[in-house]
């Protein structure tokens, strides 16, 4: 995943995020909302790791197949973390990652690219707006489970792989640009109404979001974390040669 650099500013830590696990986690509710943070994540990671497999199908070349593979591969280094995390929390990994399923399988099956370059532009877009929202969570939580989610959201390289591909394609066929815009948008929707309705439906990390777990961003805050968000996606557009 692609590492954006509208990652909120790096301030004191205070609250949950200047404790350890050993010391957040004794809040029950902090507990729940991490388990349901790294469900989340995990099951992001193996959706990306089998995504990529996918994609690489569609490679026109076998240099393009073979850099898809190892993009894969670390997306799936990236969920054994996860996973290992989990367990090693007490929460069982599968438990955790089920209730996110649905949600992430649905947006996958609504937004299922036509061919290469929507592939390329989908994985850049999502898997973007996913990285940037967990970067602004990760600097409310303890200092243990922040460096873990900062470390899995490390760039595998597609950003600047898709970057390449996709604007390649718009000065061979400027035609592509439209269409490619046109799908960056309606990712951009549904990735966020996606992001939304998974949180409103687990109460820990709604919670977590909005407030009531010592030191949770509160409403006004989210709203400034949802706008970074769509700069940062106004940022990458540009850089792929698209109209925001």
Do not use: C
């Not at 999502?126 to 600097?139: K, L, N, T």
């Amino acid at each position: 995943m692609e590492t954006p650099d509208n990652a909120a500013a790096a301030e004191e830590p205070t609250g949950i995020a200047a404790l350890d696990w050993a010391g957040a986690s004794a809040d029950p509710q902090y507990r729940a909302a991490v388990v349901d943070l790294l469900g989340a994540l995990a099951y992001g990671e193996l959706a990306a790791f089998e995504r990529l497999a996918e994609d690489a199908k569609l490679a026109p070349t076998l240099a393009d197949k073979a850099e898809l593979a190892k993009m894969a591969s670390a997306e799936f280094h990236h969920f054994e973390q996860l996973r290992d995390r989990l367990a090693a929390i007490d929460a069982e990994p599968t438990g955790a990652m089920e209730p996110f399923a649905k949600a992430l399988d649905d947006f996958h099956r609504q937004t299922a690219p036509s061919d290469w370059l929507e592939g390329l532009v989908k994985a850049y877009v999502g898997d973007s707006i996913a990285s940037d929202f967990y970067r602004e969570v990760a600097v409310r939580l303890d200092s243990d489970t922040r460096a873990l989610v900062l470390a899995v959201l490390d760039d595998t390289g597609h950003g600047n792989f898709a970057v390449e591909k996709v604007r390649a394609a718009i000065e061979a066929d400027p035609r592509v640009g439209g269409r490619l815009a046109l799908w960056a948008r309606r990712l951009m929707g549904e990735a966020l109404s996606q992001a939304q309705r998974v949180v409103a439906e687990r109460d820990a990390l709604s919670t977590m979001l909005v407030g009531g777990v010592a030191d949770g961003f509160d409403l006004a805050a989210v709203g400034e974390m949802f706008s970074r968000i769509t700069k940062a996606h106004t940022k990458r557009m540009a850089a792929l040669g698209l109209a925001a």
